[in-house]
């Protein structure tokens, strides 16, 4: 089928390159020119593993490409599918709904032929409806012209598999006894459908919440790792061997049990906050109490781990080298937005701390948030004379560190762990005072 993909940041790149080598042609489309034009070169501007093969693969092809022209799109596409951010507002908790209705006023007044209108980006319970009285009036096929909402629940370091095998399809149609919507896009998906993967229609509104509720429940789910770990820092409990016990129940389940320095990225926090502000909107208050209390348990995470920096130190970080090993929200991934290893080295500078940060993937973006940190060219550089390690974000090569070599260029050889990622015993091995969140200090 022919599919349009309006915006080409994360989700949108991600989901049009993914769906060409489904088989359709797809055209991305941005209003910046200067985005579309390295995409259409086959460069991707972040980093997302097989991401660019994919899209230079899919060029090659002959099924996907890039532009900035709605007219093009709208003649196109019978499918259009909206994948622009939804941010947080400055100053308030509720998500920005801009850019998605900037697609719906630019496309709709071109649609005048029957097409569908699919809602990925992640959106506050009771957007589609009104986008659908939108595109009513907008839209020249009037009735001909459907909306419905396909949320998408991919991870980034693992987009392409997550949108290529997802664990369900969600589709949220207008009406669910009339209209093509559900059909059209079980037609769409169905190699993925004949793969096996769940294809659930539903209401608008639930397919809009089920988004917002699965990623509240992984907040929390973390939340609640870091809440017992806050008990087992002064019971002296072991919070690690504790989600590996609970882990084990298959009720609970081990994955979003990884305690440390807690969520971070640009969907958990903004989706959760998100979901307080709506639920604040329509009345149902309880669930804002349980949210902001994942939130507070989550941000009480980074200002532990300063007081571990802190404490570390001798009780003040002032003119005290510290090494930071990650920048990103997780490894695997580039992006720092709202990542807790970058605002831990902040905060650790803000209090005076000569700050000396490693990332293997996010300097660039790191830097340009965080310009007065210094950056280092590899871990031994961050880490040189460094009275404290953090190690903040849990990359592969960090685990895999000598802690012999480390041992000779730090300073004290104290190592905190914020994501139990580090092999304890090797560490003291080689005469590391190792502490980790979780744990009696
Ligand atoms: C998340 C959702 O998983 C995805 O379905 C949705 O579409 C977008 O938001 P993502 O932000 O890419 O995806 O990251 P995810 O892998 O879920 O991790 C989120 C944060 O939680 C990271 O900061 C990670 O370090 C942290 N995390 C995750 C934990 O602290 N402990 C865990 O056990 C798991």
């Known amino acids: 089928m022919r599919c349009a993909v309006f915006g080409t940041g994360y989700l949108g790149v991600t989901h049009a390159a993914c769906m ?12 910046d020119a200067g985005k579309v034009a390295k995409l259409e ?41 909206i994948a622009v951010g939804t941010p947080q507002k400055h100053g308030e908790y509720a998500a920005d709904l801009r850019y998605v209705h900037a697609v719906v006023e630019e496309l709709a007044p071109r649609l005048d032929r029957p097409a569908l209108v699919v809602g990925k980006s992640t959106v506050p319970v009771g957007t589609a409806a009104g986008l659908v009285e939108r595109v009513r009036v907008l839209a020249p096929a009037g009735r001909d012209v459907e909306v419905v909402w396909n949320p998408e629940f991919l991870r980034e370091g693992l987009a392409v598999r997550d949108t290529l095998s997802p664990d369900r399809l969600v589709v949220g149609v207008e009406n669910r006894d009339g209209g093509r919507g559900g059909d059209t896009m079980r037609e769409f998906y169905t190699d993925l459908i004949s793969d096996g993967v ?39 409990a072991d919070a690690v061997a504790l989600a590996d016990i609970l882990g084990h129940d298959t009720r609970i389940g081990r994955r979003y049990l990884d305690g440390g320095l807690g969520f971070g990225g640009g969907c958990l926090p903004k989706d959760i906050r998100a979901l307080m502000a709506r639920a604040g909107e329509l009345g149902a208050n309880q669930v804002v109490h349980l949210l902001r209390e994942v939130d507070s348990i989550n941000m009480r ?37 709202d990542s807790p290893a970058l605002n831990v080295a902040g905060q650790l500078h803000l209090e005076g701390a000569t700050v000396s940060v490693f990332d293997p993937q996010a300097m660039d973006n790191a830097r ?26 849990e990359w592969p090569e960090f685990r895999e560190l000598d802690p012999v070599s480390l041992g000779d260029a730090a300073g004290d050889r104290v190592v905190l762990d914020g994501r139990n990622c580090l092999d304890r015993s090797v560490w003291e091995d080689a005469h590391w005072r190792y502490v980790r969140l979780g744990t009696a200090a």
């Open 368 to 393: 340009t948030v965080f310009p007065t940190l210094r950056y280092a060219t590899d871990p031994v550089d961050a880490c040189r004379r460094a009275a404290v390690v953090l190690v903040l974000t």
């Open 198 to 236: 769940p294809f659930v229609v539903t209401d608008l509104a639930t397919a809009e919440l089920a988004k917002s509720a699965a990623n509240a429940f992984l907040a929390t789910k973390i939340s609640f790792i870091n809440a017992i770990s806050e008990v087992c820092e002064v019971a002296d």
């Open 20 to 31: 060409a080598e489904l088989g359709h042609e797809v055209i991305g489309v941005d209003i």
């Open 301 to 337: 995470r980074r200002t532990r781990m300063v007081e571990l920096a802190r404490a570390a130190c001798g009780g003040s970080v002032l003119g005290v080298r510290i090494g930071v090993l990650g920048a990103a929200f997780k490894p695997g991934s580039d992006d720092v937005r």
């Open 41 to 81: 070169a086959g460069e991707v501007p972040f980093y997302e593993p097989g991401l660019a093969e994919l899209v230079r693969r899919n060029i090659d092809a002959g099924r996907l490409s890039f532009g900035t022209s709605y007219d093009a799109a709208a003649v196109f596409a019978d499918v259009h599918f």
